[in-house]
């Protein structure tokens, strides 16, 4: 691995650290402090435990889910075999014990994404308009990364950091209809119902800055995911950086009302389907186009996934 790219790692990996122990680090320190001076009665533990529990159930059952709503089936090994060849391939580089399983979603769509749970193992799944639309390089490429995933195992990062700004809404949101009602098992007289309506109000502000944390987090995934997709497959930043590219670039002659019926969890896929990019027959001066641009830190902000110009130059350095 190249010098430049070794520390664009580092950096990487940090930031996800860093990350995850102010999001983890902070939350748990404000429920703690939230519920020992309330001297929570059992039945707000039973609430947000049941929260926890139904995040859980999700992740469970979360690839039905999915395989219902993209009418996701098993690739069989006979279709496109140099596909699974190519997934076996990387999986025994990427260190995988087990390989994930290949899928097709049956959409028009070209994009990728990684699944699973415990109760179903791990998936890795193609679209019918990724495999129609890219070239066999750049296919590999974006396997590569949603393999990244899988040896991450980002579903699960990603299940477990969602939960916390759950938690910390719904305890606002019973401590804002506490304080309205006068339910709490505390003397309400002297102003302590509009204390705890500020309180639950200013919790469920919260939970959408620890949800901004969130995204930034995933963001941080999507990058570790294109840099694994860079070191395990042979001229893996180029054919990413082409890939997608290609995939905006197809995504954009689709119908906007089809794009919107895909969205549903657009979270999971290596490109979200509403970003796209226009014209440009040569795809090298489309990747250039697009890494040319200036990204709207506002949008990206709100954004699971990096903004594309930004994706591509940090591919650039895995390129020699």
């Known amino acids: 691995m190249m010098p430049k790219a070794g520390m664009s790692l580092i950096k990487l990996r940090l930031a996800m650290l860093s990350t995850l122990a102010v999001i983890t680090g902070l939350a748990t320190l404000i429920l703690v402090l939230i519920l020992s001076w309330l001297e929570v009665p059992f039945g707000i533990y039973t609430i947000l435990g049941i929260v926890v529990a139904f995040h859980i159930l999700q992740w469970l059952i979360a690839?039905?889910?999915?395989?219902?709503?993209?009418?996701?089936?098993?690739?069989?090994?006979?279709?496109?075999?140099?596909?699974?060849?190519?997934?076996?391939?990387?999986?025994?580089?990427?260190?995988?014990?087990?390989?994930?399983?290949?899928?097709?979603?049956?959409?028009?769509?070209?994009?990728?994404?990684?699944?699973?749970?415990?109760?179903?193992?791990?998936?890795?799944?193609?679209?019918?308009?990724?495999?129609?639309?890219?070239?066999?390089?750049?296919?590999?490429?974006?396997?590569?990364h949603e393999l990244g995933h899988v040896k991450h195992k980002d579903v699960m990062f990603m299940m477990v950091i969602s939960i916390i700004p759950a938690l910390i809404y719904y305890l606002g949101h019973i401590l804002y209809y506490s304080g309205w009602l006068g339910s709490m098992s505390r003397d309400q007289r002297g102003g302590g119902g509009a204390l705890l309506v500020l309180i639950g109000a200013g919790l469920m502000v919260l939970s959408f800055i620890f949800n901004l944390f969130v995204f930034y987090f995933s963001r941080l995934r999507e990058y570790y995911a294109d840099s694994h997709a860079a070191i395990s497959v042979q001229n893996?930043?180029?054919?990413?950086?082409?890939?997608?590219?290609?995939?905006?670039?197809?995504?954009?002659?689709?119908?906007?009302?089809?794009?919107?019926?895909?969205?549903?969890?657009?979270?999971?896929?290596?490109?979200?389907?509403?970003?796209?990019?226009?014209?440009?027959?040569?795809?090298?001066?489309?990747?250039?186009?697009?890494?040319?641009?200036?990204?709207?830190?506002?949008?990206?902000?709100?954004?699971?996934?990096?903004?594309?110009?930004?994706?591509?130059?940090?591919?650039?350095?895995?390129?020699t």
């Open 63 to 144: 690839p039905y889910i999915i395989n219902a709503i993209y009418r996701v089936r098993p690739l069989e090994a006979h279709e496109y075999p140099w596909l699974h060849e190519a997934v076996s391939k990387i999986s025994a580089v990427s260190g995988l014990d087990v390989k994930p399983r290949l899928m097709l979603a049956e959409i028009d769509l070209p994009n990728a994404f990684a699944y699973g749970s415990p109760i179903t193992g791990n998936f890795v799944a193609v679209t019918k308009g990724l495999l129609s639309t890219l070239p066999r390089e750049e296919v590999e490429a974006v396997v590569g």
């Open 236 to 319: 893996g930043a180029k054919n990413l950086q082409r890939g997608l590219a290609r995939i905006m670039n197809v995504s954009g002659k689709i119908r906007k009302e089809k794009v919107a019926s895909y969205t549903q969890m657009k979270a999971l896929f290596i490109a979200d389907p509403e970003v796209t990019v226009r014209g440009y027959t040569d795809i090298d001066a489309l990747v250039e186009r697009i890494k040319s641009e200036k990204p709207s830190i506002l949008m990206e902000l709100f954004s699971t996934h990096p903004h594309p110009a930004k994706r591509l130059r940090h591919l650039d350095t895995y390129i």
